[in-house]
């Protein structure tokens, strides 16, 4: 999708929901969106990255009970938990919030009573799970029992192992409450219902023209051609905003969770000053805005969040971009099965960029990404260390041994034309919003450095006397340019790694005049400068060897060359 430059650019990642640990499969939606953010910075972009705590529902409930600690407690923990983890990703939002916050709490409010007031709510009393022994009503995760639709085992707001269809309160069958496992009774309770039926044509018109990728429209278009169901948009529980005028119900978690996307912009623009400048974003269509989320939550983003903005009067989404979800060694994640790689053990030992190359690299964005340690130790192997970290390596290590500068010489058009190409696919790939097409491209460049540099055999001609030195200098230059054009291509992905190349390359004093992350895209192309001084470079990656175990082995212990 290519994106008008006149309007800034609003990125959104669905938000975490923190009641546990950062794990990869977290990461397939975060690292991709982060990496669309600092390209469309250097495609000349203005653009905001906005992400927080989804910190309200029932599973932060359940866990702060089980723990003996309060929900506020559980949030804190896990908020700074993924705050700091994302910091050591390199994933830099421009606001990072929660959705507990006083500005998400007020927006939500607003926006449900514009709901109220503009019709598309209503009451409704339902059946509802009670559990005689707690003596309370149990809403979404309190509750299991079978789903009504495929008679597999359920949770309360979802069909979680079976067909996956939402569940509303009451629909499930032969409930049992889920903290004390007692059989629960169905009992009158009054809740409030969002109109969604009434969007059908609505969605029906907006899908078609909804930017992002095409697993995302596909999968919400089914779900309008099938008949649409009103949603139940409260909840029995304390923890949560409170429903408008009703001190008994907090409003469900999908209502207040994507509203904060518009607080978190709230919130960001009032701390630059900009206190009403939130609404160019979210109510006068004065920005492009994209969400970044996994395929399990594409029905909330596609189909329930744009009918409740429509309905409310804000801006709706211009695209969604949804990523393929996540398998450990070929079977399911699942953190009870031990499926599982915790980010922050990953990262104890690996490079945080060796990660989010893996996430990229490995899979098409929106297909299934099998993590093995096996596929993870290939990666590195064959591209970071045997293509990427060979090139910059040896060309620079020669360089620096035999001139100690960016020699003289002109850059061939045969380069030129090779950086030119790689260029529009990189271009394409941020359109497309194909991450691997990104990389493949880039490191489609660095295959083509190494083997001009290989070919032309400059070694050979330091042996030559003055003119043989010059034209060794010359292919060294054109190699050099090489590597530019590769830090430029995959700084996004490979921003630490990519920037102690760049400095190695004497560029922080050279004809950019700025770090890396400033740089935008056109600089490829620009001539790297003779006589700006090199850098003896060190080991970008270690080698990995899998054993058959799964774990990965090294001669050396493996460093995340920490700064």
Same mark, same amino acid.
């Given at each position: 999708?290519?994106?008008?430059?006149?309007?800034?650019?609003?990125?959104?990642?669905?938000?975490?929901?923190?009641?546990?640990?950062?794990?990869?499969?977290?990461?397939?939606?975060?690292?991709?969106?982060?990496?669309?953010?600092? /390209?469309?910075?250097? /495609?000349?972009?203005?653009?905001?990255?906005?992400?927080?705590?989804?910190?309200?529902?029932?599973?932060?409930?359940?866990?702060?009970?089980?723990?003996?600690?309060?929900?506020?407690?559980?949030?804190?923990?896990?908020?700074?938990?993924? %705050?700091?983890?994302?910091?050591?990703?390199?994933?830099?939002?421009?606001?990072?919030?929660?959705?507990?916050?006083?500005?998400?709490?007020?927006?939500?409010?607003?926006?449900?009573? %514009?709901?109220?007031?503009?019709?598309?709510?209503? @009451?409704?009393?339902?059946?509802?799970?009670?559990?005689?022994?707690?003596?309370?009503?149990?809403?979404?995760?309190?509750?299991?029992?079978?789903?009504?639709?495929?008679?597999?085992?359920?949770?309360?707001?979802?069909?979680?192992?079976?067909?996956?269809?939402?569940?509303?309160?009451?629909?499930?069958?032969?409930?049992?409450? @889920?903290?004390?496992?007692?059989?629960?009774?169905?009992?009158?309770?009054?809740?409030?219902?969002?109109?969604?039926?009434?969007?059908?044509?609505?969605?029906?018109?907006?899908?078609?023209?909804?930017?992002?990728?095409?697993?995302? %429209?596909?999968?919400?278009?089914?779900?309008?051609?099938?008949?649409?169901?009103?949603?139940?948009?409260?909840?029995?529980?304390?923890?949560?905003?409170?429903?408008?005028?009703?001190?008994?119900?907090?409003?469900?978690?999908?209502?207040?969770?994507?509203?904060?996307?518009?607080?978190?912009?709230?919130?960001?623009?009032?701390?630059?000053?900009?206190?009403?400048?939130?609404?160019?974003?979210?109510?006068?269509?004065?920005?492009?805005?994209?969400?970044?989320?996994?395929?399990?939550?594409?029905?909330?983003?596609?189909?329930?969040?744009?009918? /409740?903005?429509?309905?409310?009067?804000?801006?709706?989404?211009?695209?969604?971009?949804?990523?393929?979800?996540?398998?450990?060694?070929?079977?399911?994640?699942?953190?009870?099965?031990?499926?599982?790689?915790?980010?922050?053990?990953?990262?104890?030992?690996?490079?945080?960029?060796?990660? %989010?190359?893996?996430?990229?690299?490995?899979?098409?964005?929106?297909?299934?990404?099998?993590?093995?340690?096996?596929?993870?130790?290939?990666?590195?192997?064959?591209?970071?260390?045997?293509?990427?970290?060979?090139?910059?390596?040896?060309?620079?290590?020669?360089?620096?041994?035999?001139?100690?500068?960016?020699?003289?010489?002109?850059? @061939?058009?045969?380069?030129?034309?090779?950086?030119?190409?790689?260029?529009?696919?990189?271009?394409?790939?941020?359109?497309?919003?194909?991450?691997?097409?990104?990389?493949?491209?880039?490191?489609?460049?660095?295959?083509?450095?190494?083997?001009?540099?290989?070919?032309?055999?400059?070694?050979?001609?330091?042996?030559?006397?003055?003119?043989?030195?010059?034209?060794?200098?010359?292919?060294?230059?054109?190699?050099?340019?090489?590597?530019?054009?590769?830090?430029?291509?995959?700084?996004?992905?490979?921003?630490?790694?990519?920037?102690?190349?760049?400095?190695?390359?004497?560029?922080?004093?050279?004809?950019?005049?700025?770090?890396?992350?400033?740089?935008?895209?056109?600089?490829?192309?620009?001539?790297?400068?003779?006589?700006?001084?090199?850098?003896?470079?060190?080991? /970008?990656?270690?080698?990995?060897?899998?054993?058959?175990?799964?774990?990965?082995?090294?001669?050396?212990?493996?460093?995340?060359?920490? @700064?």
């Amino acid at each position: 999708m290519k994106l008008p430059t006149e309007k800034p650019v609003l990125v959104t990642s669905a938000l975490p929901y923190v009641n546990g640990e950062c794990h990869i499969g977290h990461l397939r939606t975060y690292v991709p969106a982060d990496i669309y953010v600092r /390209m469309l910075r250097k /495609m000349g972009y203005e653009v905001v990255f906005v992400s927080g705590s989804d910190t309200h529902g029932t599973p932060i409930v359940l866990s702060a009970e089980a723990q003996g600690v309060t929900p506020e407690e559980v949030v804190e923990k896990y908020h700074e938990h993924f %705050r700091r983890t994302f910091a050591e990703l390199n994933v830099k939002f421009d606001y990072f919030g929660r959705t507990d916050s006083e500005t998400n709490h007020k927006r939500t409010a607003e926006i449900v009573q %514009r709901l109220v007031e503009n019709g598309f709510v209503y @009451k409704k009393v339902l059946k509802q799970a009670f559990c005689n022994t707690c003596g309370r009503f149990l809403p979404d995760r309190y509750v299991e029992g079978e789903c009504p639709y495929c008679g597999a085992v359920a949770r309360g707001d979802e069909c979680d192992q079976g067909c996956s269809k939402h569940l509303e309160p009451g629909e499930i069958l032969e409930p049992r409450c @889920k903290v004390c496992g007692s059989k629960a009774d169905f009992k009158d309770q009054e809740h409030f219902f969002f109109k969604l039926s009434s969007f059908a044509d609505f969605l029906a018109s907006y899908l078609e023209g909804l930017g992002g990728t095409l697993n995302a %429209r596909n999968y919400a278009r089914e779900w309008v051609r099938k008949e649409l169901r009103d949603w139940c948009v409260t909840r029995s529980l304390e923890w949560g905003v409170k429903f408008p005028g009703r001190e008994d119900l907090v409003v469900y978690v999908w209502v207040d969770a994507p509203i904060g996307y518009i607080s978190f912009t709230e919130e960001l623009l009032k701390n630059r000053g900009k206190e009403e400048g939130w609404q160019r974003f979210w109510k006068e269509d004065g920005a492009t805005v994209v969400h970044f989320i996994g395929t399990d939550i594409i029905y909330h983003h596609c189909i329930f969040w744009p009918a /409740m903005l429509k309905g409310a009067g804000y801006s709706l989404p211009n695209a969604v971009v949804a990523s393929g979800m996540v398998k450990i060694d070929g079977k399911t994640f699942s953190k009870t099965r031990g499926n599982v790689v915790w980010v922050s053990e990953f990262l104890e030992r690996f490079h945080p960029d060796a990660l %989010r190359y893996f996430l990229v690299a490995h899979s098409s964005h929106t297909k299934e990404l099998d993590f093995s340690w096996g596929a993870f130790a290939t990666r590195l192997n064959n591209e970071l260390v045997g293509i990427l970290g060979n090139l910059v390596h040896r060309v620079l290590s020669f360089g620096y041994k035999n001139f100690g500068v960016v020699p003289e010489g002109v850059v @061939k058009e045969e380069v030129l034309v090779e950086i030119e190409k790689a260029k529009a696919e990189v271009v394409r790939a941020v359109e497309e919003y194909e991450f691997k097409k990104l990389v493949d491209a880039a490191m489609g460049l660095a295959n083509f450095g190494n083997s001009f540099f290989q070919r032309e055999e400059p070694w050979h001609l330091l042996k030559q006397g003055e003119a043989g030195r010059e034209r060794c200098g010359e292919i060294v230059k054109n190699v050099l340019q090489i590597i530019k054009a590769v830090c430029v291509f995959l700084d996004a992905v490979l921003p630490e790694k990519m920037a102690e190349v760049w400095e190695g390359l004497g560029m922080k004093t050279g004809s950019a005049g700025s770090d890396l992350r400033s740089v935008r895209l056109e600089e490829a192309v620009a001539e790297i400068k003779s006589g700006q001084r090199l850098k003896k470079p060190k080991k /970008m990656f270690e080698r990995f060897l899998a054993t058959a175990e799964g774990d990965l082995k090294s001669p050396q212990p493996p460093s995340r060359n920490k @700064k």
